[in-house]
């Protein structure tokens, strides 16, 4: 289980401050709430799971594997949590 709001920043313990995550996104992701997109040399706000829609910022490659960020928030989560790791790539092609 994993808080969208970390605890450190003033997020809570209910259900819609929950989402499931494994292990490595749970890691990775740890307290942080957003991140520098190397594209814009912005900070952005990661990808809220509760609030935001999947296919605005994200497509899924059927031939490759790999999702392939649609926006600004998509290339920050994409990073953040190596969603393009070799290893995720085959399991989603599995």
Sequence with gaps: MDHILPVIHGGGDELSNLALACRACNLRKSDRTEAMDEETGQVVRT????????????????????LVPLTAIGRVTIAMLDLNHPRQIVARLI
């Design 47 to 66: 990808f809220r799971s509760r609030t935001d829609r999947w296919v605005e910022h994200f497509h899924f490659d059927h031939e490759t594997g790999a």
